[in-house]
């Protein structure tokens, strides 16, 4: 067998391997039926169950923690109008697998994340992260991965990232670290950010801000329309 058959065949087994936890990844919803505010209840859930490694999960409403000793698996996480998630010192929340068009959706006035912990997003067909009305401030450390076309992140209107940690965001051959399209999306970097292997470093549109106050690492690429 030769080595372009060979991977001709990883390639074909891992797509057959993805569209397998796409096709069976279960839906779920937060209805808070435990009472707590707590992920890692199965009761907060419907259907009733903690999401798992090959499932989508999605917030609207409510805030809800991953708890400090957590470690969360997921293929897609949305969250929507005042859906409000954060991750604890000492937790994590990875989300990659399946075949998905972003890992994260933060989409609604008053969503946001909070990362304190550790967050680490890959293989996503489009982006690892999309904002719009929505927000991001990462405290801890954070990962962002092969990524498709549009990059690391898509910020739309009236977004907000704020680093005060650390973020990686590489391997994204054919989009940017971050890409800026709203003349209300707006960056602040107090922390560390450090982008590489990239199509382009950051992105923006006509108006878009970026304030940095920390380190910024680009590594080979470059800064647009900032």
């Given at each position: ?23 069976n ?6 209805d808070?039926?435990a ?14 169950g903690?999401?798992?490694?090959s ?26 109008s005042?859906?409000?998630?954060t ?17 994260i ?35 801890g450390?954070?990962?962002i ?18 680093n005060n940690?650390?973020?990686t ?16 999306a ?8 450090h ?20 380190d ?11």
């Amino acid at each position: 067998m030769t080595a372009l058959s060979t991977l001709m065949k990883h390639c074909l087994l891992m797509l057959s391997f993805c569209s397998f936890l796409t096709l069976n990844a279960t839906s779920y919803v937060w209805d808070g039926g435990a009472g707590s505010n707590n992920w890692t209840h199965a009761n907060n859930w419907n259907p009733n169950g903690v999401p798992g490694a090959s499932d989508l999960a999605t917030i609207s409403g409510v805030s809800v923690i991953i708890p400090s000793g957590s470690n969360i698996s997921l293929q897609k996480l949305t969250l929507s109008s005042n859906g409000v998630l954060t991750i604890q010192a000492n937790a994590s929340l990875t989300i990659s697998g399946g075949s998905q068009d972003r890992r994260i959706q933060i989409d609604g006035i008053g969503a946001n994340l909070t990362n304190n912990g550790t967050l680490s997003l890959s293989n996503s067909t489009l982006m690892g992260i999309y904002m719009k009305n929505g927000s991001f401030t990462n405290n801890g450390n954070a990962t962002i991965s092969y990524s498709g076309s549009h990059g690391g992140m898509e910020m739309r209107e009236n977004s907000n990232f704020t680093n005060n940690g650390n973020i990686t965001i590489q391997y994204v051959t054919d989009g940017d670290a971050i890409h800026q399209i709203e003349s209300t999306a707006v960056v602040y970097n107090y922390g560390y950010m450090h982008f590489h292997h990239l199509h382009d470093g950051i992105f923006g549109y006509a108006g878009t801000k970026f304030y940095n106050y920390g380190d910024l690492d680009i590594f080979y690429h470059d800064i647009e329309n900032i």
